[in-house]
Structure formats: structure tokens, C-alpha cells
């Protein structure tokens, strides 16, 4: 599960510094609080903006979509690409794993 995505999670790192990302840990730049001080507000919300649907019209055409919104957001802050979750590449293996029969 995406904690940038979901507006009730957060991470905390060791030293108590609060963060909407787990891939963030020890980023300054990704902060968004502290244990002592609490949460900056209007980070939070800088957070919840860029966590919005992606705009990808690649990403918006994809049938998996409604299942990944577009990658994680982190590619979008960095301007890359998103990286498509591997069930879009596997679902044939797992429908055959399921149905017991092979596609043709």
C-alpha cells in the first residue's frame, strides 16, 4: 500500500522525523514533521497534491489503472516514467493458474 497515496498513513523514522513515503527515510527533503513538533500542514498538502492521478495519458489508457493510479509518485516528483506493476505483464500466467486452462 502507497502511504503517499493514503491521507491517514505516515512513516517514522528512527529519529523520530515523520515522512509520507517509506522510500524516504532520512531525506530531509521529504519531511513532513516530527514526533515532538507534529506535522507541517502545508507539506502535508504539497504531499496530497503531487499523490493525485497521474496525468500520464499512457498510464490513463491502461486497463490495470484503477489498480495502481499511475505508478508510484515518487517517479512523478523525479519526472521519470512510471514503472507499471508486474501483474500487468503477468496476468495471462496467473488467469491460465486460475482457469486451469491455457490461452490460446
Given at each position: 500500500?502507497?502511504?503517499?497515496?493514503?491521507?491517514?498513513?505516515?512513516?517514522?523514522?528512527?529519529?523520530?522525523?515523520?515522512?509520507?513515503?517509506?522510500?524516504?527515510?532520512?531525506e530531509?527533503?521529504?519531511?513532513?514533521?516530527?514526533?515532538?513538533?507534529?506535522?507541517?500542514?502545508?507539506?502535508?498538502?504539497?504531499?496530497?497534491?503531487i499523490?493525485?492521478?497521474?496525468?500520464?495519458?499512457?498510464?490513463?489508457?491502461?486497463?490495470?489503472?484503477?489498480?495502481?493510479?499511475?505508478?508510484c509518485?515518487?517517479y512523478?516528483?523525479?519526472?521519470?516514467?512510471p514503472?507499471?506493476?508486474?501483474?500487468?505483464?503477468?496476468i495471462?500466467?496467473?488467469?491460465?493458474?486460475?482457469?486451469?486452462?491455457?490461452?490460446?
Amino acid at each position: 500500500m502507497c502511504t503517499l497515496r493514503s491521507a491517514n498513513n505516515i512513516v517514522v523514522g528512527p529519529f523520530g522525523k515523520i515522512y509520507k513515503c517509506w522510500e524516504n527515510i532520512g531525506e530531509n527533503d521529504f519531511c513532513v514533521g516530527d514526533t515532538v513538533k507534529g506535522l507541517d500542514k502545508d507539506l502535508l498538502k504539497r504531499w496530497k497534491e503531487i499523490a493525485i492521478l497521474t496525468n500520464n495519458s499512457k498510464c490513463n489508457a491502461c486497463p490495470f489503472f484503477a489498480a495502481c493510479p499511475g505508478g508510484c509518485p515518487l517517479y512523478k516528483i523525479n519526472d521519470e516514467l512510471p514503472v507499471c506493476p508486474f501483474q500487468k505483464y503477468s496476468i495471462d500466467f496467473y488467469l491460465e493458474k486460475i482457469s486451469g486452462e491455457k490461452n490460446a
